[in-house]
């Protein structure tokens, strides 16, 4: 699967920041999706190996401090969306060069993605990650930003709230609030699992928000999360741990 290569990876914050500004003005909240019934929905998620003691010469004893490893990993697993049958699924692996900062999640976590992706044979039509879409502070989320380098609808399904308001959502499967940032509604705040937490969706890329909504809750399979992004986080999980 290609990708397109809209700037470079090797940044500062100041740079980042306005690579995602810049970005924002390419991103499409109209879906491109024609015939559902046929299409592939690939669902992504990245991973860190678990932290582990680090251990002193002496007696085996750890010290207090814990060390991170550099690694890390994705996984992506492509399905039908009409019958959720898995199509194929692919891992990568790759060092961390990006620091933690909130809200440029994507520049850290974007290149062993694509990795990933570059490994996929088939062609999947949507694309649905663990993730903020448009539902971020500057409008480009992991979700929009993957959307965008793909070329392909994107969708972000995340368990936590990154930005924004939104009123009580109702307890069955199906019911939803919108998520709003001064009046501009970015996302929902969508119920999948009746009497459990409800998940937080937005747009990413080529889609609008009723088919975000819609697809997600196509995809689920009797969990709080959808199908794809459930077992991508399980094969990558795995991976990471060495299983």
């Known amino acids: 699967m290609k990708y397109l290569k809209l700037h470079p990876w090797n940044v500062n914050y100041k740079k980042a920041v306005q690579i995602q500004e810049r970005l924002k003005k390419r991103i499409i909240l109209k879906s491109s999706l024609k015939n559902l019934k046929n299409e592939l929905v690939a669902g992504a998620d990245v991973s860190y190996p678990p932290k582990r003691p680090v251990r002193s010469g002496t007696g085996g004893r750890c010290r207090a401090g814990i060390k991170e490893s550099e690694l890390f990993y994705a996984g992506v697993v492509v399905f039908e969306l009409q019958t959720m049958q898995r199509v194929e ?130 995809s689920c399979r009797g969990y709080r999360l959808p199908e794809p992004i459930r077992q991508a986080h399980n094969l990558v999980k795995k991976t990471a741990m060495g299983e």
Request: charged content about 20%; some cysteine; overall charge positive.
């Open 89 to 218: 699924e692919v891992t990568a692996s790759g060092k961390v060069s990006f620091p933690y900062i909130p809200g440029l999640l994507s520049f850290r976590e974007s290149p062993i993605l694509l990795k990933a992706f570059a490994k996929i044979k088939s062609e999947p039509d949507l694309v649905i990650l663990d993730a903020q879409g448009i539902a971020h502070p500057r409008g480009v989320g992991l979700a929009s930003h993957i959307g965008l380098l793909l070329d392909k609808p994107s969708i972000g399904c995340a368990k936590t709230r990154l930005i924004g308001a939104y009123d009580e959502v109702g307890k069955k499967v199906g019911c939803y609030s919108h998520l709003t940032i001064k009046d501009m509604t970015v996302g929902a705040v969508l119920r999948t699992r009746k009497n459990v937490k409800p998940v937080f969706v937005s747009p990413g890329h080529k889609i609008d928000l009723n088919t975000s909504i819609d697809l997600v809750l196509k």
